[in-house]
């Protein structure tokens, strides 16, 4: 993924995906491509930026939040988001263990294979956003600009199959074709999020997580107890159809 262009652009359909890692973004992506009008060029996976910008027959390309941002009034943003804090776990978990070896953007960061979780948080803590790793970057910076969200749905993985029925019903309403079921697709940990009390059971590593994350909470997660983050337990809600989060 590029650090810059974080969004997909529909070019036969008034509709723009603001995609960030480590949040469903293969399965987003492979509904995606369904919506296009002719079948994709073999050899690409829909998971790679080549795909969008090289094997759709010019029906898609990827653009910068700026661009995004001025196409908000004729077009249909979406994107997804995720518990920061899970997310850190999720990308620790697959790039620093699960990998033989960290990407070159990782390696940049100074961050190594199997190198404990505090010392992968100061790596972060140390580093610009404009240098940090996309896997790693704060959603807020990939899905706001001057502190305006750009997208006008943005669900949460939380929720993701409720938040997703809301998301097709929204895009019936825009006069959008409907996107299909979300597949799991490149599930590692799934429902699973016990593991999160491990890595934040020092207090000091959350606190430090919470201030270098503070604007995805603030945006993202501000009706969520702190309590509720660190541990991964999803938060009851009394309406069994989620409500859309909208800006």
Known sequence: MSKTE???????????YGRVPKVANTSIKATLSELLQQAPEEGIRSTSDAFWTQSTHGETSLITPQQAMSKR?????????????DRLVSAYNNKILELDDVTKPMKEMGLSHN???????????????????VHLMPQSKILSLNGRVI??????????????????????????????????????RGNNHSDLKKYYSDMEVTRL??????????????????????SG??????????PLISF
């Not at 974080?6 to 723009?16: G, R, T």
């Not at 190198?115 to 790793?133: A, K, N």
């Not at 337990?233 to 989620?242: G, I, L, N, T």
């Open 115 to 133: 190198m404990l979780f505090i010392d992968f948080i100061g790596c972060i803590i140390d580093t610009p956003d404009e240098d940090l790793d």
């Open 151 to 188: 997208p006008s749905f943005v669900g949460q993985i939380e929720h993701i199959q409720e938040h997703w029925k809301a998301l097709q019903i929204w895009m019936k309403k825009e006069g959008l074709p409907v996107l299909n079921n979300i597949p799991e697709k490149n599930v590692r």
């Open 73 to 85: 009034g004729t077009h249909f943003c979406f994107s997804f988001v995720r518990n920061p804090f």
């Open 6 to 16: 974080h969004f997909i652009l529909f070019d036969q359909l008034p509709l723009i």
């Open 233 to 242: 337990e999803k938060k009851q809600m009394s309406d069994p159809v989620v």
């Open 209 to 230: 997580v919470q201030k270098r994350y503070n604007e995805d909470i603030e945006l993202f997660y501000n009706d969520t107890d702190l309590s509720e983050l660190i």
